[in-house]
Every structure is written in C-alpha cells, then in structure tokens.
C-alpha cells in the first residue's frame, strides 16, 4: 500500500513538525461543470497509483515513476495541497519572472518510505548555493522527536525536541541562539495528562531558564465535549484568562467562548456550524460579548467536498470584504482566484494557476498585479524524482 504525505506550499518553504455536499458545480462560481461529470462523491482522499517509486513502468503505461506528485485536496487544511508518495526527493523551484526569469530559490524536499519529510535542502538568491539544511526525526513508533535548522555547514541554530511517553508528548524543547550568540535552550512546555489521556496542564518555562513562567490548567465535561482551559500567570498569582471549548460527537469544534479578563462573563465568541459530512459551513464571532454577530466566514463545496469558496464579511452587511474561490476539473485543482477587497478582479487580488504534466510534475504560476511591488507572474514548479 503506498503511503501519501502531504506538502502544502508554505510547509515547502516554511517546514516544521506537527502533532496530535451541496452543489454539483466544480467551478468558484458556481457555472458549469469543468469536470466532465466526473463526481463520484464521498472522497476527499486521491485514489491509490498502481505505480510506486521504484524505476519500473508497475502498470505498463509507457510512463516510470508517473503520478507520485500530484496536487490534492487536503482535508485538515481544508486547501489544496501537493501530495508526494515516500521514496520522493521533490524540489520546488519558484521564479521571479517580474526580474530575470532565474531560479530565485529552490527547496528540495526528502521523504521516507513512509511517506515522511525527514530533509530539507533550501537554495535562496540564485538557486545555487545551499543556505539552509532542515532535518525531522521519528522514534520506532512515527512520533516526532526532533526538528533541526542547521546552516551551510550543518551547524544548528534553532531546533525542537519532543519526549513521548507511552503515545503521549510528555515534554517540548525549543532550541536557538540567546542574547549572546550561545546556542541553549529557549523554552520549554511540559504537558501533563489524566488517566484517559485527555491533556490536563502545560507548564511553560518561557525562557528556558528552568522556571516555570505561566500554566494552563485544563478540566473536562463528563462526556470529553467540552473544554475548559485557565491561563494562569505564576509571577501575578492568577488565572488572567479563561477559555471554553465545545465539540461535536465527531471532534468538530462547534463553540469557542472567551472570558479574557476570567471575570467570569464571556467577552468573546465563535460559532462554527457544519454540513452532514462534517465540512464546516459557517464561523461566526461576537467579539463584544452583546449576544450579536459581528463578524462571518461561510465556505462552499463541490460534491466531491472541494472547497468552491470562501466568503468573509467583516461588518455583517451582507456583502463579503473578502473572497477565494477555487476551480477543479474533477479531482484536479485548475485556478484559485485570492480577492482582498471584495471587489472583483481589481486594485486587491491574485490568481494561482496549476497544471500537472504526465510524470506528475507540478506547476504553480501566480499572477498577483498588485504585489505592491511591481507587476507580472511568479512561476512556481514542483519536481521530483524516486530515490
């Protein structure tokens, strides 16, 4: 069975380790149907090549190696995403054509046979010259252990460690430079948690000096539905804010509620509605604790639970402030249109356009007119090769 990890954009430049249907149309506007009427429903997860990274044509087609980077619908980010199969070296290149049309910095990306980044090589200014080596560590059960940042020369100079403790993160280090240059520790979380492994305090040491700065004490409804989170302060002696969560049956989080001086009245709110699929719909805020909405977010999808778009309105007038849409051609992401202003095409917005050639190489191009810079096409291109 071949193992998928998913590669967003920014992860590619931007790396770092993590933790624990409506409408038929594939087009933001809801037009016609680019899709051919390909919409078998029920799946946000590409189907399974034939063909793994190995060197051989596994399913006779002419290609080697095709289809092991492809872009695909991310579900947890609720965004497109580029997905690379394991035994994957893939580079990502991004041109600057608004100066000389050169390779402006070049990020080659490295993954296990379980489909996981464990390298990173970064190449800025020409594509060139390497100035930045990123590594990931995983102890014998997947669980991350260790994120390092090291320069040309393989000197690290920020870095997180993670201890686990029978499946549960126990302790978070992170790691730099201090004020005079030393590389130590610069902060520290220890988590602690009840006898069902729900997360009851986090203690911060925000410095990395050994002491205990702030803690969040977490308590827990009888059901595990809602959560109750106290920031307390340990040099004031007080809990300064208080913080309760909701969640559905199924993890999704329906309600946030914010008491931000723990005076015990909420002063803040978000309500998060879903649709039948658990693909949420609508988030709506009040953020002056008077019982009205100030502030709302509604997404739309496909059949195939591709997000079509997302609206914002930031005043409650009706209208959106600002816009992204995204256009598919079945399961294959063509165009996301970024406005923000509301407007249209105009003074704020971008468009992303992408193609994926038949060994599976990926193209970005990125028109953006109002960049605040100067005016042209950013080209981004996601390559790979089986190692």
Known sequence: MTTYTRLAPLILMLACGGTKDASTDDTASGGDDTGGGDEDTGTDEPPEPSEICNGVDDDDDGLVDEGMATIAWDAETSGPGWVYGPGVAATFSYVDEWSNGDID????TYLDAEGRIFEQRYHYND??????????DFDADGNLTEVWSEDEEGTPYVGERYTWTEGLNTRHEAYGNNADGAFVLTAAWDHSYDSAG????????SNGDGEVNNISWYSWSEDRLVQTREFYVVRLDAVYMVIQTT???????????????????????TVYTYDDDDLLLTEESDWSGDGVFDYRVTHEYNARGHRLSTETDMDMDGAADRYIGWTWDSGSLLETLRDDDGDGPGELWATHRYSTDAVGNTYQAIEDPDDYTSTGTHT????????
């Open 247 to 269: 969640f559905s049956e199924t993890g999704k989080v329906l309600r946030v509620e914010t008491d931000t001086d723990a005076s015990g009245t909420t002063i803040t709110s």
């Open 127 to 136: 594509g060139s010259y390497l100035d930045q080596i990123m590594t990931w």
């Open 198 to 205: 729900y997360l009851s305090a986090t203690e911060e040491d």
């Open 105 to 108: 910095r070049e990020v080659t």
């Open 380 to 387: 981004t291109m996601f390559s790979y090769i089986c190692y």
